[in-house]
């Protein structure tokens, strides 16, 4: 069975993050924190404590992705690709709002009962929508890199549907896990005939930026 491995990580804090702010597909860039957790995921990585040689480093073509990989990464060696497939949902009209201004359950998001999975507001991605096209992007990273490690920058909602698919848990299910700016999140994808078998391997690692997030207080 050909089995491809990822290691999924989220992008460091930005100003939007702190500020609770709705980012989207905004670009917005990484923060003194943010900077500060790459750094540590850089000399995390550096020290090999996965004990893993990485084949491909792939990101989000959003900047609070793309500079969280460069800095972690800048000592692998390997060349940066670019995949928008990896990129956060798409909220249109409602982002820079702030989180808070829409109430308990938040802007249409994952984990609401009653909510119409194939709505979108204008210019934004419906949540069924967004959830196909990244587990499409990862099971086409699969196909084309089969049997490699690949490490990959993107975001919370990214992560989100990857945990979703891994976990059997439906759209409409409150998520029960956390995610952490800059966690590690590794899990496999196993070739079948004529689809892929997801499987979680270790979630949610952030020892690697507990000392970053004492120092900036």
Known sequence: MTITNFWLIRHGETSWNAERRL????DIPLNEVGIAQ???LAAYLASNPL???FDLLVSSDLKRASQTAEIACAHMG???ILEPGLRERGFGIWEGRSWDSFGETGPDQ????TQDLDHAVEGAESIRKFQDRVIGSFEALARKSPEQNIIVFAHGGVIDMVWRKLHNV???????ERILN???NHFSLHALSN???WRVRNWAQTQHVEKALDDIG
């Open 23 to 26: 980012q989207g597909w905004q």
């Open 38 to 40: 790459a750094n540590e």
């Open 51 to 53: 004990d893993i040689t």
């Open 78 to 80: 390997l060349d940066l």
């Open 110 to 113: 994952p984990g609401a009962n």
């Open 170 to 176: 439906d759209l409409n299910t409150p998520r029960t």
């Open 182 to 184: 800059a966690s590690i």
């Open 195 to 197: 689809s892929y078998e």
